[in-house]
């Protein structure tokens, strides 16, 4: 059982900068998946970024060059630097876990298994 906590959401303005936490405990898993989602207010929840356990990412394309997605394994915790925010940026996020995955459907809620309870971003114009 893997259980996941966000944190470091908030209201920002257009152009500033979040950073979401995601701690994870409770596995042994040698191989594992994490990745950050969102959900805006009447739309469908889509993958933002990923990371895998041998440090591979991948991002959408509505937030490459502007997210990061990095992991400390010491910590057990991976973060989603979040710049240049945007009001379509607004949206609850989430991060999910994942341990059989296939890299190219990274994006797809099918392979994570445990989900977090989300942290809320707000970006105002």
């Known amino acids: 059982q893997v259980h996941l906590v966000e944190s470091g959401g908030g209201s920002v303005q257009a152009g500033g900068s979040l950073r979401l936490s995601c701690a994870a405990s409770g596995y042994t898993y040698d191989k594992i998946i994490i990745g950050w989602f969102r959900q805006a207010p009447g739309k469908e929840r889509e993958g933002v970024a990923s990371i895998d356990s041998d440090g591979n990412t991948n991002y959408a394309d509505s937030v490459k060059g502007r997210f990061t997605i990095s992991k400390d394994s010491a910590k057990n915790t991976v973060y989603l630097q979040m710049a240049s925010l945007k009001p379509e940026d607004t949206a609850m996020y989430y991060c999910?876990?994942?341990?059989?995955?296939?890299?190219?459907?990274?994006?797809?809620?099918?392979?994570?298994?445990?989900w977090g309870q989300g942290t809320r971003v707000t970006v105002s114009s």
């Open positions: 999910a876990a994942g341990t059989v995955w296939t890299a190219q459907y990274w994006y797809l809620e099918q392979p994570y298994d445990y």
